[in-house]
């Protein structure tokens, strides 16, 4: 049986007449704001001269989306048969006919029902793509051929996309070592998106990995910075940092486990640089080193003035047989305990009163919102929190959120929505949910005359366009 | 005063209009499906040609049921009072008078009053047993006669009642070495009841309790297998499997502290497991051996298909005053926090993608749900999730469950309802609580237009009943 | 653009016409109980016979209000600038002018739209001081004109407050070395009002302070023990505890990072304290002193019927430039992990059963709630769970309260709200967010028929009123 999408104008709303009138209200008021996304992981190549495009629809909204095909592997689906590629290159067992994938996907997307991905793709199929049918197995290859029609049109260009979507600027995430040619690129054409890198060194911090003496000579290389030390380790991050400004960067970001901080002397860190280069480090030294490491970005960002991202409690590949097998970013890395109030402390009683300091705070684990984020957030000048992310970017995270935190921390001290995806056609089905929660959570505080109408009109608008530019002096 | 219950249909279901019309129509279409139980603690004696039946109102609802005389405890009642027996069998101080163990109970019925114990005796009393009246002080004696007369009539007979419950499948929860005779004497009656073993060897499996030389001694007997080395105990614990298997049982369920799992060397296992026959065991030897034995259970679910069931994360008998006077079981086991993601990793890197394997997890530590649970079941074939248990088995305990978890595991990765309670006539109230929760949790997905009615429907129906049988291959 | 509060008699209630309609009826039967304040920090001197009063609306709503001006500092504004008094008692720097505090206030009370603080600060402003605008940057010089006012009028001398507010008992927080002189000059006046202290001997119990040989001789005099050993350290407590309760006190209150609780034998403690005179105490030996001290404490409230209070939980002075400059108290504790279940054990254990005592816990942790509080409270007779605490005192804070811990611990084993403020003029507005809750929540419960009217009605009146004079023995 063959089902339309149902996009009621009032979606995702509380069903209270009286509230969802003003929630819908708000949300007329904020659904067509430019899209800011400070934070995010496309691939700046999609929007150069020579982008090969969005390729086919399997290519656009299956196989780069651990999301979506993470979900049918938890049901039994091999990663293989969606077409994913093996980290060794081979192609053996791997399906390559895109038509296939894609009728795998429709046979079983059934699956992905009341899940955050499923809210997502439904915008994706609806509004983007303007697809009126839920696919399932009837309809699948009918749906391919509608969409990769549309992908081969010139306004499915990337970069008519991108204007479309109406977003007044775009970060990637990209490493010490990347020269940014892509970027240079972008800003010498014609075409005027703004797109902006940011710095994410944590491929050079990271002792521990078996390549660290190479992403250093890649770091020393791209710098122009001997670097024989911890000294001129930090000169090579400085102007790396510097060179990352000059091209548009707002921000680093940082992957760590743990947000432990902490400060070592600088003969200890001579001694822990000197033996990762040998590749002697031990999990202690890299633990150690990655907590001062922090500090010292924390110094930076004083200096320069780039915001810092801290992302932090992700036990990565938790699946060895999918890790070996497919690489990372598979599905397969799950969130732990973090820790924020003792592990943080070191950093923020020397540069959490910085007025040049400004620290973004993601977590997974939501079980730290109102008993370390919002009471860090509600004192700190430097710390703003970042919405729900990964797991919890959804109608009921979010929602969760809200409640959570901005009792304790107020609403200034929150950074506004960032989408944090690598799925290009997500960017606005992900920023219609944030509009939707924030309009909702809001109406919900008029009708219960916590605040009134003009205060909500004024806190909606700073929620979703304001903030994140004030945030990101954007 | 007294007052009768207050049971209208649409009792659970959120206020709001268009939802409760939602709500009810789910209901409607799911509260007559017949119950499948596929984890409890009933015993089965009461289903034998001998039955006892179920005794006196006291015997029905107070003596056996630690939710209940748990809270008439916490407001200062002593157990005493309630005729619960002490371990050392004496009798002294102990309440022997039923008559007088109900009126206590009638005369502080109201302290439960908001409790989950409430709604299931709500239940048992007006729909199970047909009593109009809340009980208290003034109609107690009358509520114990009108219930003693339904008790001794032929319709209160544990199997009359078993199908007038629509019961289609029932597990109780035996000990390795359990002959499970009266399952054989039920099987082999008149009475099509379907009565099914689960296997638990938690008391052969726990190297130091004072009692493990004489457990071992049992295995070896029952299984016929001479327990002389790590070895034979394995062999004798697959033997015991296969029976179980014969008599039925499709799952195996593990009460262990913590989730943690490892990989022991063969040596290494003979060791602790002959240093525990002599009673030498350490604490730390316990915890290594019972996280080996989680993964020597998952591989051998892997090779005969009973669902491994793991349940973790409590600190049993708390209040040493009540487990040397009482025992265990008398209400005072308190959560701890759970850990699952290290934890599991061993076992499911290892076993976590078999096709043969399911591995249903239980928690007392909802705080683990977005932030590990669902993220793991919404990535490893082999995981489901169990449905929010003991404390939090409940309608908030239940509606939190369904909000933080199915955003990122989606449905189909969990495992419905299971209801785990020694307290028989609570079954079909736990499962109305859950079929009532199902409903209203869905109708708020439809009227906010995350899946429409036709999605509903069939979910409801899933969660109810197809969901448990297809997890539990029933 | 001057705005008005906006104060319909149903704010704060949810939209459905059915359950507000209850709720309204509810809150209608206790909104004017008189206040019960069984635990808080206001400052006896205000109701001495010279009391200084209320001073500027600067000295009533900001300076002593680390809840508000900390939210103005997390948002780049210093605290010099709210007038914040240094340790070191410089003046430089401090603003000195409260009109211009007030103004700075008023110009940023946008800030704190959807806190706490705001909703607590609305009630202030409309009901307590009559004013009927929000304050701006515009009206703000009226306004302070207006307050002070009032503050000059006979009807705000603290004393006439009091009574306005209704207040049948107040607590004060007061060391185990203080006279209780005001608190006995009050006794001694004409005026009625009940202002009782609670002893709180954390200055006397924590090893390792700079000051522990100071506070042990203030102790030693005041009681008149010669405290040279362990044994008459706690004869000069159990003196102090008896002069507290002829003073009127109810209760102790302690503070402790962790709830670590555990036995030590005479002479470890003897050697502890020894070196604790000496000025020797590492942080083991007072962490292993502190957890002996509570039980020591558990066992006294045995004796002594003296309810124990435990606020656990808080990483103090976390930014060390503020608590430098500043000094404790100013915004800057964070909550952390944390345990009760293992924590608690030996201490429950061994006096959790005893009729005599009352233990009431208190947490920063919500998400200890419904794995380790209600389990906790709905077992042992002792325990009492405090209302949601300080970040956690809120619209949502409560509502999640009730949904985590009703379900397994019951109504009755709460303790009724405790405003637990310095802050005089914001106890009526913090127990009227507790009564307007109490009321939304059990019309909730109404709504969905877990309870009736009759029900809702008397739990309402025993949450409100009549629990925490009971829990307190007041």
Redesign the interface.
Known sequence: ?I?KW???E???????A??KKIAMELYESVKDLPIVSPHGHVDPKLFSRDSKGFGTPADLLIIPDHYVF??F????LPLEDFGIQRKDGSKEGIEQDHRKIWQRFADHF???????S??WLAYEFKVVLGIEEIPDTENAQNIYDEIQEKLNSPEFKPRNLFDRFQIEVLSTTDGAADPLSIHQEIKNSEWKGNIIPAFRPDAVMNLGSPDFKKEINQLSGISGVDIIDFKSYIQALESRRRFFKTMGAVSTDHAVVSPLTSELTESELDRLFQKALKGESTEADQAAFSGHMLNEMARMSCEDGMVMQLHSGV?RN?????YDRFGADK???????T?F??NL?PL??KY??D?RFTLCLFT????TY???L????????A?RLGPPWW??D????MS?FF??V????????LSGFIDDTRAFPSIPARHDVWRRVVSNWLAK?V??????M??AFE?ANMLVYQQPKAVYKL
Chains 1, 2, 3 share one sequence.
């Not at 059934?110 to 955050?116: P, V």
């Not at 919002?374 to 000048?381: K, R, S, V």
Request: net charge negative; with cysteine; proline share 6%.
């Open positions: 049986m089902k149902n996009f009621p009032d979606r995702f709303f509380d069903p209270d009286s509230q993470r979900l592997y938890s049901q039994g059934y699956l992905l029902r009341t899940t955050a499923y809210s036990f938790h699946n060895h047989m999918i599905g397969c890395d799950i969130p732990i305990t820790e109030t003792r402390q923020l009683t959490g009163n007025p997974v684990d939501e079980y109102s008993r370390e919002a009471p860090l957030a509600g004192h700190y000048p710390i797991f919890n959804s109608w009921n995270g969760r409640d959570s901005t009792e304790t921390a107020g609403l200034y001290n505080m009708v219960r005359s916590f605040i009134d003009t205060d806190l």
